[in-house]
């Protein structure tokens, strides 16, 4: 979970798969460039709204988090967000169950490693997949 975490940081592991797809598939270049920055506008708008609702993390003396973070600011995942909308872009040139799987993944090892409420990882995949949806159009 620690190493799922650390690739998903600022939505690495969808850059990374994303220039994997504009190496290897030349055809869809502009495909998987779309999906890069829609990757990064998704971090630049989970911020926004994480300034604006300010939840803290989750804090539990009897039980610390697993893993570090960035901020003390919990609303919505991050590592959701990024998931989704990269999952939602770049089905269209990948296989879409293994990428979803891998956000699915991404999400649920945000409350496992007491860095996020469910409620975040649910709000952070929806801004995720909106977003995603946007910039697929």
Known sequence: MKALARAGESGLVWHGLALGGFAL????????????????GTLVANTAVKQWV???RPALEELPALAPVISGRSFPSAHASTSFAGARLLSGRLPGPPLYGLAVAM?????????????????GALLGDVIGRLAAR
């Open 25 to 40: 598939q030349p055809r869809s270049r502009r495909d998987h460039v779309r999906a890069s920055v829609a990757v990064l």
């Open 54 to 56: 300010r939840r803290a």
């Open 107 to 123: 999400a649920l090892s945000r409350p496992y490693l007491g860095v996020h409420y469910p409620s975040d990882v649910v709000a």
